[in-house]
């Protein structure tokens, strides 16, 4: 089994949409979970923290779910700038293990 | 700047050539690692360093090299390259081992003929 699982995608959603990700993970033990966010063909960025009461920036929140083991990344409002690929992240015992995202495409 | 500096950003080499990626932060990091990044894959872990002199294997460490002779450096070395290294790689460093701040390099693409 995969320990951090993400739908590659791509998501086309149009400009002002509302859209939500999934990534599940496979051990139980996970410490932490982050959203990174990857332009294409470039370097991977934080892009939120997950924490288990929820947490919110802006257009993008973030939730927890420990009993089905999946986190959740949901994004207001789509910019045209929201297109990228986010990968998800899982911290086992200061091991960072990435999912292989999922693509996001925002159309005008 | 707070940055990590990778070089070069695109190389193309042949088959048996050895050959370094340097990668350099200035943030005073104790972590640094290296990642390649190939479609379907994802990231995965090749080498990664927890302090000077100090290197451990990631997932898929057959092929590279490692070194951290300085904290700041944290060179990637393929001794002898071959066609299935060619990939993106991603140098990147944290405060610790696990920090959720990663930094990374901006990539170095690599082609092995």
């Known amino acids: 089994r995969k320990e951090v699982e993400q739908d590659p995608g791509p998501f086309n959603v149009p400009e002002g949409a509302t859209v939500a990700f999934n990534c599940t993970y496979s051990?139980?033990?996970?410490?932490?979970f982050f959203w990174y966010r990857q332009d294409c063909r470039k370097e991977p960025k934080l892009l939120m923290s997950?924490?288990?009461s929820g947490n919110e920036d802006g257009r993008f929140t973030a939730q927890l779910n420990r009993a089905s083991q999946y986190i959740s990344l949901l994004i207001r409002d789509s910019k045209l700038s929201d297109s990228a690929t986010y990968l998800c992240?899982?911290?086992?015992?200061?091991?960072?293990?990435f999912g292989k995202g999922t693509m996001l495409l925002v159309s005008p | 700047e707070a940055q990590v500096t990778q070089n070069p950003r695109y190389l193309i080499t042949v088959t048996g050539k050895k050959l370094t990626v340097t990668c350099s932060q200035n943030?005073?990091?104790?972590?640094m690692s290296w990642y390649r990044q190939d479609p379907g894959l994802g990231l995965r872990q090749i080498y990664y360093?927890?302090?000077?002199?100090?290197?451990d294997k990631g997932d898929v460490p057959e092929g590279y090299k490692v070194s951290r002779k300085e904290k700041r450096n944290f060179p990637l070395i393929l001794e002898s390259p071959s066609p299935n290294q060619t990939s993106l790689y991603f140098c990147?460093?944290?405060?610790?081992?696990?920090?959720?701040?990663?930094?990374f390099g901006s990539g170095t693409q690599l082609s092995v003929l």
């Open positions: 051990n139980s033990a996970s410490q932490s």
């Open positions: 943030m005073n990091h104790e972590y």
């Open positions: 360093s927890m302090n000077v002199e100090v290197t």
């Open positions: 997950v924490y288990s």
């Open positions: 992240v899982v911290n086992m015992e200061s091991t960072l293990t």
């Open positions: 990147a460093s944290s405060l610790y081992r696990g920090d959720e701040k990663l930094f």
